[in-house]
T-cell receptor, first 113, second 119 residues
Framework: GESVGLHLPTLSVQEGDNSIINCAYS??????FIWYKQESGKGPQFIID?????DKRQGQRVTVLLNKTVKHLSLQIAATQPGDSAVYFC????????????FGGGTRLMVKP | GAVVSQHPSWVICKSGTSVKIECRSL??????MFWYRQFPKQSLMLMAT?????????EQGVEKDKFLINHASLTLSTLTVTSAHPEDSSFYIC???????????????FGPGTRLLVL
C-alpha cells in the first residue's frame, strides 16, 4: 500500500527551537514504525524506529513517541538546525499487507535562521 | 552500514526508448527490494516488491510489462522502464530490506533515487 499527499503540510520553526512532527497511522495491527527524512532530490534517509511494545525511543537529538491508543506517532527534534530542513515521512509496517511499509503523506519542516 | 546505491542518478531519454535503473545494497544482503516512484510534493508510491530469485509482485495499477523488474542477486535489483513516455517522468527510488540484528526486525533503507525525464 502507499499513501499519496497532494499538499504537504509545512512546519516552520526558528533555528534552535524544538520541532514536533505528527503522524496518524491507520492500522492497529502495525507493530513497527519508522521516521524518514527526505531532502530535496534525494532518497529517504532512516532517522529512527520504534516497535509497538515501546512508547518512546530516543536517538541523537530526536525522540519518537508512539501512542497506540489513538494511533499517533510523533517525531521530536531538539535544537532544530537549518540542516534539519526536509520532508519527514512516517511509515508503518503493515502486517496484513504482507510486511510492507505504508507511508504517511509527509510534513515539510522549514527552519528559519 | 546499510547503504543502498542507485545508478544512474538521473537520465534524460527520448520517448519510446527503454531505461534501466540499477539498485544495489552495498554492505548487506537484501532478500527483498522495493521500487517506488515519487511525483513532486507527494509521498512515495510503491510500485512493486522484488524478491531474489522470484517474480516481482506489482501493486494495483502498475503495468508489469511496462516496468520490468529483475532481482538477480541478493545485492542487485533492476527496474527497466520500457518504451518510456513523458508521463513516465518521475523520481524512482529503490529500497532494500535488511534484517536487524538483535531485534529481528527488518528495516528498509532507501537509495538516493533516479530522476527520469522522458522527452
Amino acid at each position: 500500500g502507499e499513501s499519496v499527499g497532494l499538499h504537504l503540510p509545512t512546519l516552520s520553526v526558528q533555528e534552535g527551537d524544538n520541532s514536533i512532527i505528527n503522524c496518524a497511522y491507520s492500522n492497529s495491527a502495525s507493530d513497527y514504525f519508522i521516521w524518514y527524512k527526505q531532502e530535496s532530490g534525494k532518497g529517504p534517509q532512516f532517522i529512527i524506529d520504534i516497535r509497538s511494545n515501546m512508547d518512546k525511543r530516543q536517538g541523537q537529538r530526536v525522540t519518537v513517541l508512539l501512542n497506540k491508543t489513538v494511533k499517533h506517532l510523533s517525531l521530536q527534534i531538539a535544537a532544530t538546525q537549518p540542516g534539519d530542513s526536509a520532508v519527514y515521512f512516517c511509515a508503518e509496517n503493515n502486517l496484513p499487507a504482507g510486511n510492507m511499509l505504508t507511508f504517511g503523506g509527509g510534513t515539510r519542516l522549514m527552519v528559519k535562521p | 552500514g546499510a547503504v543502498v546505491s542507485q545508478h544512474p542518478s538521473w537520465v534524460i531519454c527520448k520517448s519510446g526508448t527503454s531505461v534501466k535503473i540499477e539498485c544495489r545494497s552495498l554492505d548487506f544482503q537484501a532478500t527483498t527490494m522495493f521500487w517506488y516512484r515519487q511525483f513532486p510534493k507527494q509521498s512515495l508510491m510503491l510500485m512493486a516488491t522484488s524478491n531474489e530469485g522470484s517474480k516481482a509482485t506489482y501493486e494495483q495499477g502498475v503495468e508489469k510489462d511496462k516496468f520490468l523488474i529483475n532481482h538477480a542477486s541478493l545485492t542487485l535489483s533492476t527496474l527497466t522502464v520500457t518504451s518510456a513516455h513523458p508521463e513516465d517522468s518521475s523520481f524512482y527510488i529503490c529500497s532494500a530490506r535488511r534484517l536487524a540484528g538483535g531485534s529481528g526486525q527488518e528495516t528498509q533503507y532507501f537509495g538516493p533515487g533516479t530522476r527520469l525525464l522522458v522527452l
